[in-house]
């Protein structure tokens, strides 16, 4: 049983178009996120949400907009794709505890490439 | 600016021997560190943290060394064993958001 899952593993697209990536998790888990990791391999967060509301919102262009229909799924779509958004982009999620911190636990990565 | 560092791109270790992956940090005010360890096209798993207010925490083979002065952790690794090879992350968070800042990582080798 996959914990985290991202659909799809590999997308390559033209610049200009628009796409999604989904992702779920069956943790049971309050907390979702959305992580890029660039050309140097940092791991940047761009979006959290906990249970369906936005917590996090790091800078990112207006171009990525993050939905969760409920607290399980948080996807990412994608306007007006640029040869800068390729990358690969991770998943997470964890389950918030106060006064400990838990681990978040990822998806394989969409590797995303644009032509 | 760089808050969580990991200098050391890769380490190549024999196998059997201890393998120490190395993380400075500039924030003073983080709670928690952890290690992530990645395989090649997974995401990354978690393998062992610490809280700001210890300065050591062990898990069978992996060992995480807090020195708050210094600004520094290690992970030790030991013995070290072929399946360890693979790319750890060093990351920070606060209690307050749990938000993490990851280093760039350290891609480790061991060699049979």
């Known amino acids: 049983d996959t914990a985290v899952s991202q659909t799809p593993k590999y997308l390559v697209t033209q610049m200009g178009n628009d796409k999604s990536i989904k992702c779920e998790q069956n943790l049971g888990h309050d907390t979702m996120y959305w992580y890029k990791q660039d050309s140097k391999k940092f791991l940047k967060i761009m979006f959290s949400?906990?249970?369906?509301?936005?917590?996090i919102n790091e800078t990112v262009p207006n171009r990525f907009s993050p939905k969760s229909p409920d607290k399980a799924h948080l996807n990412l779509h994608i306007n007006s794709l640029e040869l800068g958004d390729s990358a690969v982009y991770f998943c997470?999620?964890?389950?918030?505890?106060?006064?400990?911190?838990?681990?978040?636990?990822f998806g394989d990565g969409t590797r995303l490439s644009i032509l | 600016d760089q808050q969580v560092k990991q200098n050391s791109p890769s380490l190549s270790v024999q196998e059997g021997r201890i393998s120490i992956l190395n993380c400075d940090y500039t924030n003073s005010m983080f709670d928690y560190f952890l290690w992530y360890k990645k395989y090649p096209a997974e995401g990354p798993t978690f393998l062992i943290s610490i809280s700001s207010i210890k300065d050591k925490n062990e898990d069978g083979r992996f060992t995480v060394f807090l020195n708050k002065s210094a600004k520094h952790l290690s992970l030790h690794i030991v013995p070290s064993q072929p399946g360890d090879s693979a790319v750890y992350f060093c990351?920070?968070?606060?209690?307050?958001?749990?938000?993490?800042?990851w280093g760039a990582g350290t891609k480790l080798i061991i060699k049979p």
């Open positions: 997470a999620s964890s389950q918030e505890v106060s006064g400990s911190n838990q681990p978040q636990h």
């Open positions: 990351a920070a968070s606060f209690e307050s958001n749990y938000q993490l800042i």
């Open positions: 949400y906990n249970n369906k509301e936005l917590i």
